[in-house]
C-alpha cells in the first residue's frame, strides 16, 4: 500500500490508487450504470456474409412480454448517412461502417436488427426468434488466394507511415551477395478479448440529455462520433469511461454497441443498455491476417548487404485499415540497401483494427526470426550478428535517434539471461522428455506525443484537483497523473485528486499509441508549472518576502511549502501563500503542444532486448515457455511498478501470440468459426512462469518534458520472435507462421519422415 500522507517522487513505484475500488467491485464499468427505467438491447447478427436483406418476420420476437421494440435499417431514427459523419478521430481512409444503414450486408456477423425490452432476459430470448431473409451474394475472405490483388492504400489514417523509397539496389546486392536468406512468414487473425466486453448504457435526462457511459479508449472520440450521426450539439451528449476493463486497440474506435443504444434512446425515449456477447466480440475489428516476405544478405562477417520485406495484410471492402508492418526493417539495423513494400487485399470482412503494437507486433516478428535464421546460415551467434549490424542513425530518413539504448538492453539482458552459456547448435540440451532452447530478439515502437489540455485548481485547505479527458484502459493513467502532479506541487498523494474519463473535461487524445504519459502527463506537469509561477508572483508580493529577489528557477516545492533551494528556513505552506493573499483558490490551465519543430529532427522511439528460454516435448509439440528477461529502454520511468505491471502484461500477450492466439475461418461460409473462449485459445496462469523486467537509464526530453516515453506496447514486441527462435535452438524446427501450434513443432513420425524423403527424391 503507498504512504498517501507524505509527498511523492517521479520514479517511485507507487501502487494503482484505483487497485481496491477495482477488486472489491466499487469499480463501475460501462454496462453497470442503473437507470429507474433501464431497458436492455440485444444484437441480432447476420447469418450470411454477402448480400441483401428481403425481409423480416417480427411478429414472434413483438409479442414476448416486455419486449418493446426491434429496431432495424426499416424503423430506425434518423441518422446521418454521409460517410464523413461516422468517421472517428482513427478511422483509416474510405467509409466507416454504418450500423443499420440500409438492407446491404458487407460481412459475417453483421448487426441487422436491436431487440429492446424491459429486462435483459426478454430482449435475449426475443433476439433468439428474430427471422431474417436474405438475398444472398457470392463473398470472398481467403487472404492467400488473393495476394496477387494487393494494392497500395489510403494514407489517411492518424500514425501511419507508408514504406518509405528504396534506397540503394536491394535486388542486386542480394543477387550477388555470399550469405542470403528468403523466407515467407504468416500470422493469423487474432481478436480482442478484454475481460470487460463492449458496452454502451445510455441515460437519458429529464431535459433530453445523453450520458453515456461507454467502453472506449477516447470519451471526446465516442461523443464526437454521436453528436454527429445524429445531429446532436455536443453539449447534448456526455460521455464517460471512468473504468474500462481493458482494451488495447479495441476501444479505440466507436463500435457499433455505441450507435444501436443511443439509437435506441432516441427512438424509444427511455434509458438503454446494450451489451455485447462473448461471441459478438468477434463481429468486428481484429488484428488483421497477414502475410510477409523478407530477404537478408550479408557478407562473411555478418554485416547486411541488403534488406528486402515485403508484406500483405487483410483489409475490408469499404476501408483501407493500414499498419506500419514493414518500416522497421529500415529503421532497426544498418544497410545500405533497403527496399520495402506493403499492400492491402479488400476482402468480405469486418474493418481490421488497432491490436496492441499494431503493425510492429508481426512486422518486428518476421524480422526477428528471419535475423535469427541469418545467423545460423553465417554461424554467427544472434545477439553478435544484431550488434554487428546495429544502427547508430534511422536508414529510412536517415535521422538520428533523441535516444536510444538499445545497445544497453542487449548487454544486460544477456547478462542477466546467462547468454553466454547458450550453445551454438540446436538440440544441443535436453532434460527428460524435453529439449530445452534459448532464444532472442529485438522489440522496437514509435515513442508518440500529440496535443492535449489540462486544469488544476489548487484550493484553500491544500487540496489539488487536475483535470483532463484521459482514459485509463487499466494500465495505470490515473496513479502516474496523481503522482505527476503531486510530485511537482510538493503534496501529498491524498492531497491530489485526479478527474479523467468524462468527455466535458480539457481535451485529452484517446488512449493509444503509448502516448498518454509523454502527453497528458506533459500536460498535467505544464498545468502545474503554470500553478507554480502564480503561487511565486504572490508569495513575492508578501510583506517582507524572502522570494522578492529571488528566480522561479531557484524555488524548490516540497512536503506542501515552497522555498528556496536549501534554505529550508524560507519555506511557506501554499495554503498559507493563498490565504496571506486572500485568495480562496488558484486555478490554471494548460494546452500541451508537441514541439514538432524539434522533433521532426529525430527518429523518436522506445526499444527491448527480449531473452526467452523454452522447453520443447516433440512427442506432443508442446513449449513450455519457462523463463523471459525483457529488458526495455522507454526514457524516464515515472512508476516502475505499473510500468513493470505494463511490460509483464505485453510478455504474457507475447507468448499468448507466439502460441496460443488464432482466429480460424471458413471461407466457403466466410466467417470466423472458433468464435468463444473454448476454441480461442489465450494463456492461462500455468502458461506463464518467470517473467524478468528491467529498464535501462534513459531520459529523453525531445520526446515529452518529462523525460518519458510510453510503455503501453513495446512490451509486446519481439517476444513471439524470441519463443520462436527459441523452439529453433531447442528442436531444429523452424516454424514461420503464429501461432506456433503443438501440430507445427511436433517431431513428425517415422512413417511422414519416409514419406517425405520420398518425396524429396
Not at 555470399?178 to 445510455?202: C, I, N, Q, R, W
Amino acid at each position: 500500500m503507498n504512504d498517501t500522507s507524505t509527498a511523492v517522487a517521479i520514479g517511485q513505484p507507487l501502487s494503482r490508487l484505483d487497485g481496491r475500488a477495482k477488486v472489491t467491485g466499487q469499480a463501475r464499468y460501462a454496462a453497470e450504470h442503473h437507470a429507474p427505467d433501464l431497458a436492455h438491447g440485444v444484437v441480432v447478427c447476420s447469418t450470411i456474409t454477402k448480400g441483401r436483406i428481403a425481409g423480416f418476420e417480427l411478429d414472434a420476437a413483438l409479442s414476448v412480454p416486455g419486449v418493446l421494440d426491434v429496431i432495424t435499417h426499416q424503423n430506425r431514427p434518423k441518422m446521418r448517412s454521409l460517410g464523413l459523419f461516422h468517421k472517428d478521430m482513427t478511422a483509416p481512409g474510405g467509409i466507416p461502417f454504418r450500423p443499420l444503414l440500409n438492407d446491404e450486408v458487407m460481412h459475417s456477423a453483421q448487426p441487422v436488427a436491436l431487440v429492446v425490452a424491459d429486462t435483459f432476459e426478454a430482449a435475449r430470448y426475443a433476439a433468439s426468434l428474430v427471422v431474417v431473409r436474405y438475398e444472398q451474394e457470392a463473398h470472398d475472405t481467403d487472404l492467400m488466394a488473393n495476394l496477387h490483388r494487393g494494392y497500395k492504400p489510403s494514407r489517411l489514417k492518424a500514425g501511419y507511415s507508408p514504406p518509405p523509397k528504396p534506397k540503394g539496389d536491394a535486388d542486386a546486392a542480394f543477387a550477388r551477395a555470399p550469405v542470403k536468406l528468403e523466407a515467407e512468414y504468416y500470422s493469423g487473425v487474432e481478436h480482442h478479448h478484454p475481460m470487460e466486453m463492449h458496452a454502451s448504457t445510455v441515460l437519458l435526462g429529464e431535459d433530453g440529455h445523453l450520458t453515456i457511459h461507454d467502453k472506449t479508449q477516447g470519451p471526446q472520440n465516442s461523443r464526437w462520433v454521436v453528436s454527429r450521426v445524429f445531429g446532436l450539439s455536443k453539449d447534448k451528449v456526455t460521455v464517460r469511461n471512468a473504468f474500462v476493463g481493458g482494451a488495447f486497440g479495441s476501444g479505440l474506435r466507436p463500435q457499433y454497441q455505441l450507435l444501436l443504444a443511443v439509437m435506441a434512446t432516441l427512438k424509444l425515449q427511455r434509458s438503454v443498455r446494450v451489451v455485447l456477447t462473448r461471441q459478438q466480440m468477434f463481429t468486428f475489428g481484429h488484428r488483421p491476417e497477414t502475410w510477409q516476405r523478407l530477404k537478408l544478405a550479408a557478407s562473411r562477417d555478418g554485416a547486411l548487404q541488403s534488406v528486402i520485406h515485403e508484406a500483405v495484410a487483410e483489409t475490408s471492402r469499404n476501408e483501407d485499415y493500414v499498419e506500419v508492418v514493414v518500416n522497421w526493417s529500415g529503421q532497426l539495423y544498418q544497410s545500405e540497401n533497403v527496399r520495402l513494400d506493403y499492400k492491402v487485399v479488400d476482402l468480405d470482412q469486418h474493418t481490421p483494427i488497432d491490436m496492441r503494437a499494431p503493425g510492429a507486433a508481426h512486422g518486428v516478428h518476421a524480422l526477428e526470426v528471419a535475423m535469427d535464421e541469418l545467423s545460423y546460415e553465417l554461424g554467427m551467434d544472434p545477439l553478435a550478428l544484431r550488434l554487428k549490424n546495429y544502427a547508430e542513425r534511422d536508414g529510412n530518413d536517415d535521422l538520428p535517434f533523441s535516444t536510444k539504448e538499445l545497445r544497453a538492453c542487449y548487454e544486460q539482458g544477456a547478462e542477466r539471461f546467462g547468454w553466454a552459456k547458450r550453445p551454438q547448435t540446436p538440440r544441443a540440451r535436453k532434460e527428460g522428455t524435453e529439449f530445452i532452447g534459448w532464444g532472442m530478439a529485438t522489440g522496437t515502437w514509435d515513442a508518440m506525443q500529440m496535443f492535449a489540455r489540462a486544469s488544476a485548481v489548487l484550493h484553500a485547505d491544500g487540496r489539488l484537483v487536475v483535470g483532463s479527458a484521459a482514459s485509463d484502459i487499466g494500465t495505470g493513467t490515473v496513479t502516474v497523473m496523481t503522482q505527476i502532479a503531486a510530485a511537482a506541487m510538493g503534496l501529498p498523494l491524498d492531497a491530489v485528486t485526479f478527474q479523467w474519463g468524462d468527455s466535458t473535461l480539457p481535451a485529452a487524445p484517446i488512449e493509444g499509441g503509448s502516448s498518454h504519459v509523454t502527453t497528458v502527463g506533459s500536460a498535467v506537469e505544464g498545468v502545474c508549472e503554470k500553478l507554480q509561477k502564480k503561487l511565486f508572483k504572490l508569495a513575492k508580493a508578501l510583506p517582507a518576502s524572502p522570494f522578492a529577489k529571488a528566480r522561479f528557477e531557484e524555488l524548490l516545492f516540497k512536503d506542501g511549502a515552497m522555498m528556496l533551494m536549501g534554505q529550508a528556513a524560507t519555506g511557506i505552506r501554499l495554503v498559507d501563500v493563498l490565504k496571506l493573499s486572500g485568495q480562496p483558490q488558484l486555478a490554471e490551465k494548460y494546452l500541451m503542444l508537441p514541439k514538432m519543430l524539434e522533433q521532426k529532427k529525430y527518429v523518436r522511439a522506445t526499444h527491448s532486448a527480449v531473452f526467452v528460454e523454452v522447453r520443447v516435448d516433440e512427442d506432443f509439440g508442446t513449449v513450455r515457455v519457462t523463463r523471459v528477461v525483457s529488458v526495455i529502454a522507454a526514457g524516464r520511468i515515472i512508476n516502475p511498478k505499473t510500468a513493470t505491471s505494463q511490460i509483464i502484461g505485453g510478455v504474457v500477450w507475447g507468448i499468448s501470440q507466439a502460441l496460443h492466439e488464432e482466429t480460424h475461418s471458413d471461407h466457403r461460409l466466410g466467417r470466423f468459426m472458433n468464435h468463444n473462449f473454448a476454441e480461442y485459445h489465450v494463456p492461462v496462469n500455468a502458461d506463464i512462469h518467470d517473467v524478468e523486467v528491467h529498464f535501462v537509464e534513459e531520459d529523453d526530453r525531445i520526446v515529452s518534458r518529462l523525460g518519458a516515453k510510453g510503455v503501453g506496447e513495446i512490451g509486446i514486441v519481439g517476444v513471439a520472435a524470441a519463443v520462436s527462435n527459441a523452439i529453433y535452438h531447442a528442436t531444429g524446427t523452424r516454424v514461420r507462421s503464429t501461432p506456433m501450434t503443438p501440430d507445427k513443432v511436433m517431431r513428425p513420425s517415422p512413417r511422414v519422415q519416409a514419406r517425405e524423403r520420398l518425396e524429396a527424391d
